[in-house]
């Protein structure tokens, strides 16, 4: 990418859009090494898991938006947000998926009495998001790119 066009880019996603979605594969390692996903609930569907995300918001960057997303739906904060390679889709919408090491689970955060939470193997991570559907098609392709990258990064 070129200088101009990512100072373009750059603008677009200071401005805003609500045309964009971002999503955040959170991971931890649990007491024994392996590695550990956070899914979510959807808001008033506690059956339906899916990844932490949202739409672009005026005045914040995608990683700004991510983070928050993280805090606010999921209960985690993190570090080490770096983009996910690829190109993915949700409801029709453009979605840049991040990545995040979470380096703090809170016991509440600001909706924790509207969704559920849960940290989940890789294998059970995919059970749980192919229940919801063509919903989550794009989150379970984003899942096991990550995946890949996630198990390099600690080695199992």
């Avoid at 373009?8 to 805003?16: D, E, L, M, N, Y």
């Avoid at 964009?20 to 959807?42: D, E, P």
């Avoid at 899916?50 to 985690?76: I, N, R, S």
């Amino acid at each position: 990418m070129n200088l101009i066009a990512a100072t373009v880019q750059q603008q677009i996603q200071a401005r805003g859009r609500k045309d964009a979605k971002v999503a955040v594969i959170a991971w931890t390692l649990n007491k024994n090494g392996k590695v550990r996903y956070v899914l979510i609930t959807s808001t008033g569907n506690r059956v339906r898991w899916t990844l932490p995300k949202g739409t672009v918001e005026e005045g914040k960057t995608d990683e700004q938006v991510a983070l928050e997303e993280c805090y606010e739906e999921g209960g985690v904060r993190g570090r080490r947000l770096k983009k996910l390679p690829g190109s993915y889709k949700i409801e029709g919408l453009p979605l840049t998926v991040f990545v995040m090491k979470v380096t703090k689970v809170l016991r509440n955060w600001p909706e924790h009495h509207e969704r559920g939470r849960r940290l989940v193997s890789f294998k059970r991570a995919q059970e749980m998001l192919k229940k919801g559907g063509k919903k989550n098609k794009a989150m379970l392709k984003a899942l096991r790119d990550a995946h890949a990258q996630i198990k390099k990064t600690v080695g199992k």
